[in-house]
C-alpha cells in the first residue's frame, strides 16, 4: 500500500459514505457515487482509501485500455487482432482535473509521430486509463460543460469514440464515475446528476469522542505512515476479501417479486421521475444483499439502498436543498393528508 495513502479501515463515522462507495466498486453498473459535503469531511480521503484496498484484476498483457480477458465481446480493436496473454494490475483511479483539456480527457494524435513519421497514432486519455477503474472527479459540480457532456457521452455508451484528422477510434470506457462536491460553490447540472448512481451527503462529525479519534488516528497517520498503515493492514486485507466475495457472490442473489414492489412503490410515493431511479434501488439493494452475505434483499436493504439512490432523483422546488432523509420522506408520505380518515 501506498504509504501516502490513509486506510480506508481507520476512517471514523460517515458510513453511508463508506458503504455507498464500497457498494459502487463491488458493482460497476450501479453508475457511482456523488459525495456532497464541507470541505475537511474525508471525501477525497475515502476515495482515494478505497482503491488501495481493492484486489488485482487481470487484463490483457500490453493491452493500452486495461481489457478483460474474459469478455472478448468488450475487447478493444487492438486486442481483437492479435493473441495475448494475461497479467495483473491495480484497479486503477484515475483523477480528472477541473482544468483538463477535452483531448486529454478522450484522447489525442501523437504530433510527434504525425511530424517525424508521417503516421497518425492515436494517443488514449484519462477515460482510457479509467477503463474498468474509477474515475474521479474533486469538485465536480465545477467541471467544465463540454467535459461534462463528454463524460455523459461515455457513460452511457461504456465506449469511447473518436473521430478525428483521419484517425478514428473506439475502446471500451467502462469506469465507476466518483465524484466530491461542497454544495455550497454551486449545484451539478441535472443531466449529470442523474448519472449518479448513488447520492450521500457527508458532515463534521457532531460526536466528541468521534472528533477525538478522528485528531488523534491523523496525528498518528502523520507521525509515522508507514507504521499506522502496518497497524491498519489487516483490517484492509480483511474488506478487501470482502469485497472480493461479494462481487463474486453478487449475481447468485435473488431478486423476490415483493423487493421489486417495495422499491417501486418507495419511488412513486416519493414522487421521483423515470425509472432510472426505481432499477437503482433494486439494484443496489442486491448489491447490499451480497456485501451482508444474504441470499436476497428484504425491506432493511430496500429502505438502505433508498436512502443512497434516491435523494438527487426527488422532486424539489427550485433552491430547495437536497433532502436526504429518505425514511422521514416516506413516513411524511404515508401520513393522511388534512381532514382524511
Same mark, same amino acid.
Given at each position: 500500500m501506498d504509504k $501516502?495513502?490513509?486506510? =480506508?479501515?481507520a476512517l471514523v463515522g460517515q458510513e453511508n459514505m463508506k458503504l455507498a462507495l464500497i457498494l459502487a466498486v463491488i458493482n460497476p453498473g450501479l453508475g457511482g457515487v456523488l459525495i456532497r459535503g464541507e470541505k475537511g469531511t474525508a471525501k477525497s480521503t475515502a476515495v482515494r482509501?478505497?482503491?488501495? !484496498?481493492?484486489? +488485482?484484476? &487481470?487484463?490483457?498483457?500490453?493491452? *493500452?485500455?486495461?481489457? +478483460?480477458?474474459?469478455?472478448t465481446d468488450l475487447w478493444c480493436e487492438e486486442c481483437r487482432g492479435r493473441e495475448g496473454s494475461r497479467k495483473k494490475r491495480k484497479r486503477p483511479l484515475v483523477e480528472l482535473p477541473l482544468g483538463a483539456t477535452e483531448d486529454r480527457l478522450l484522447g489525442s494524435i501523437n504530433l510527434e509521430e504525425a511530424l517525424v513519421k508521417g503516421e497518425s497514432r492515436f494517443e488514449p486519455g484519462l477515460l482510457a486509463a479509467a477503463n474498468r477503474g474509477l474515475l474521479y472527479v474533486d469538485e465536480v459540480n465545477l467541471l467544465d460543460d463540454h467535459l461534462v457532456d463528454s463524460l455523459l457521452d461515455a457513460a452511457a455508451m461504456g465506449r469511447n469514440i473518436v473521430e478525428r484528422e483521419g484517425v478514428s477510434v473506439s475502446h471500451?470506457? *467502462? =469506469?465507476?464515475?466518483?465524484?466530491?462536491? $461542497?454544495? &455550497? @460553490?454551486? @449545484? /451539478? *447540472? %441535472?443531466?449529470? !446528476? +442523474?448519472?449518479?448512481?448513488?447520492?450521500? &451527503?457527508? *458532515?463534521g462529525l457532531a460526536d466528541q469522542s468521534q472528533r477525538q479519534e478522528v485528531v488523534r488516528l491523523r496525528l498518528e497517520f502523520e507521525k509515522d505512515p508507514e507504521a499506522f498503515i502496518a497497524n491498519f493492514r489487516p483490517d484492509e486485507m480483511e474488506l478487501g476479501l470482502k469485497i472480493d466475495e461479494a462481487a463474486a457472490r453478487l %449475481? /447468485?442473489?435473488? !431478486?423476490p417479486d415483493e423487493a421489486v414492489m417495495q422499491a417501486v412503490k418507495i419511488c412513486l410515493s416519493l414522487g421521483v421521475d423515470g425509472h432510472r431511479g426505481d432499477l437503482t434501488v433494486i439494484k443496489a439493494a442486491l448489491t447490499l444483499a451480497a456485501w451482508l452475505g444474504l441470499d436476497q434483499p428484504g425491506t432493511d436493504e430496500i429502505l438502505t439502498a433508498a436512502e443512497l439512490a434516491l435523494p438527487h432523483r426527488m422532486r424539489r422546488r427550485p433552491f430547495q436543498e437536497v433532502d436526504f432523509d429518505v425514511r422521514r420522506r416516506l413516513n411524511e408520505a404515508e401520513q393522511p393528508a388534512a381532514g382524511e380518515e
Open positions: $501516502n495513502i490513509y486506510p =480506508f479501515s482509501a478505497l482503491t488501495a !484496498l481493492l484486489p +488485482d484484476q &487481470e487484463v490483457m498483457h500490453g493491452c *493500452r485500455y486495461g481489457c +478483460d480477458p474474459d469478455k471500451p470506457a *467502462r =469506469f465507476t464515475l466518483v465524484g466530491t462536491m $461542497n454544495p &455550497e @460553490e454551486g @449545484e /451539478l *447540472r %441535472p443531466q449529470l !446528476l +442523474d448519472r449518479f448512481g448513488l447520492c450521500v &451527503e457527508v *458532515r %449475481p /447468485l442473489v435473488k !431478486l
